[in-house]
């Protein structure tokens, strides 16, 4: 067959018949973006668990992220701005991780059949990882949207009153389940992936690293329960006065009022 | 042995074995047991031909070297891919259930061609040695190749194409063009080999896609199955590591 090298299918081939550098690109921009979640979502399970210091310590760390100590007055802006670039990430890096997932029941029936009987450690992991994925594709996209718009209501108070009165505990339970999960398989398979931390007898490491993996998940599953329960207890405490704003004793003026 | 020796206590193993034959137009896949006395030191090559000898002549299986070398016997054994010839009956409770290896064309029963789907990779990824010069000059010597890097060259040429890290593979299970950690580690075989003059940018004509090497999603299944021990994790890892560096310079 003779066709014109130039155009095949309005496609410009001037680099034909070399192969797509995209797979490559995409590749990695699977892993980095995995990596930054799974590491933001640790430095994040840090700062809410404040609250189980004090009240205070929480209220001082969502100042903090609203730039109150460097500017003096609180912008729940600058929330809004991680919260968004979080959420590009999110965006980016659920769409370069489906293109795993089995695509049709023929895939689907496959890999489950091949896991049932393998009985595969890293195997049934991977499937572990796509189920709490889809999950996350719903449960982070609502907590994401919603810190998005309501960046100010963060706080010892505005977030227990969203947990109890705001009836988001549930999806809080679920999601931080499937975030565990999921952020420390990722991190272990980032590893044997790549090769990080191999050392000298990968075996040995490979061990070592799926041990550090479960003791993490089992921390950090256990730090979020009890900040949960934390804010499960302030807000069914305080649900006759949902939506009132804790300010620390020793802050005067109020940073959320306006000055007069 | 002396005559009064007291008899040893043999258990009775029942081999459940998947049978299908699809030459046959009105065959059916279906299990039949089959039931044996276990022998000290009994491998499923030991216990298939006693099988084949004494109870059922029409059971198809693959076997030619018995020492794990060919890589005929490689099928699911108690749902792992593994060789047959190099088994022992006693690691396995008394029950062991018996299939062929998935994704490759199926003979019949346990018998499957693994040699077309590897002439198939094989071809795909060109794997054999890409020689500089045009023409080859027989009465030249050939260029000494440093002890250690025949070494390494050797450690990845050790693969048999038995099939098991595919048969293992969740990718390949899914995706049927998938090369496989048998392409790969090939790939990686001969990015070593000094004799050949293949570049990474040449490499990731070969295997810088989905079908290739970021296919891979590091199940690792085809390293924990491999019956040569291969070093599929890190190679792949290494592979990746190059391929990326490849595909992102532009």
């Not at chain 1, 929480?58 to 007055?73: H, I, L, N, P, S």
């Not at chain 2, 010839?85 to 259930?97: G, K, L, M």
């Not at chain 2, 990779?121 to 794997?127: A, I, P």
């Not at chain 2, 010069?133 to 060259?153: G, S």
Request: charged share 20%; net charge neutral.
């Amino acid at each position: 067959m003779s066709s014109n090298q130039e155009t095949i299918a309005g496609v410009g081939l001037a680099d034909r018949p070399r192969k797509s550098r995209w797979p490559a690109r995409m590749d990695l921009a699977q892993s980095t973006t995995g990596l930054v979640l799974a590491l933001f979502m640790w430095g994040h399970m840090f700062f809410v668990s404040t609250i189980l210091i004090s009240k205070d310590a929480m209220w001082a760390v969502t100042k903090m992220f609203e730039g109150y100590f460097f500017f003096g007055k609180a912008y729940p802006g600058i929330v809004s701005l991680v919260v968004a670039t979080i959420l590009a990430i999110l965006v980016l890096h659920a769409f370069l991780a489906m293109r795993k997932f089995p695509a049709n029941y023929r895939q689907y029936r496959e890999f489950v059949a091949h896991k049932n009987l393998m009985h595969h450690g890293d195997t049934t992991l991977w499937w572990w990882q796509v189920l709490t994925g889809f999950a996350l594709f719903f449960l982070a996209a609502a907590h994401l949207y919603q810190m998005l718009m309501h960046p100010g209501d963060i706080g010892p108070y505005p977030s227990a009153d969203r947990v109890w009165t705001g009836s988001w505990w549930p999806l809080y339970l679920v999601m931080l389940f499937a975030v565990e999960l999921h952020g420390g398989i990722g991190l272990y398979r980032l590893c044997v992936k790549w090769g990080w931390l191999e050392g000298k007898d990968p075996a040995a490491s490979r061990a070592k690293l799926k041990t550090a993996k479960w003791v993490l998940t089992a921390f950090f599953l256990a730090l979020g329960l009890l900040t949960l329960g934390a804010y499960m207890k302030i807000g069914y405490e305080h649900r006759d006065r949902a939506g009132e704003v804790y300010t620390p004793a020793w802050v005067q003026p109020n940073p959320m009022e306006k000055a007069p | 042995m002396t005559m009064n020796a007291t008899p040893r206590n043999h258990r009775k193993l029942r081999f459940h074995i998947l049978r299908y034959n699809p030459a046959k137009a009105d065959d059916t896949p279906r299990v039949q047991v089959y039931e044996l006395e276990e022998a000290p030191g009994m491998t499923l090559f030991i216990a298939l031909t006693e099988i084949r000898e004494k109870l059922d002549p029409s059971l198809q299986f693959d076997f030619v070297c018995r020492a794990g070398i060919c890589g005929s016997c490689g099928m699911m054994i108690n749902g792992r891919p593994s060789l047959a010839c190099r088994s022992v009956t006693q690691s396995f409770p008394e029950d062991i259930w018996l299939a062929p290896l998935p994704v490759f064309e199926l003979i019949g029963d346990l018998s499957v061609n693994t040699g077309k789907w590897m002439r198939g990779m094989s071809e795909k990824l060109e794997t054999w040695v890409h020689l500089q010069q045009e023409k080859l000059d027989f009465t030249r010597i050939e260029k000494p190749m440093d002890p250690a890097l025949a070494e390494e060259v050797y450690e990845l040429d050790r693969c048999i194409e038995c099939g098991c890290c595919v048969a293992g593979c969740g990718t390949a299970r899914m995706r049927e063009d998938f090369v496989g950690a048998v392409g790969l580690n090939k790939i990686a075989r001969f990015r070593l080999d000094p004799r050949d003059a293949r570049t990474d940018e040449d490499f990731y004509e070969l295997v810088g896609d989905d079908n290739g090497v970021f296919g891979c999603m590091s199940l690792l299944g085809c390293h924990d199955v491999c019956p040569k021990q291969l070093p599929l994790q890190t190679q792949i890892a290494f592979l990746r590591r190059k391929m990326v560096a490849q595909g992102t310079k532009g």
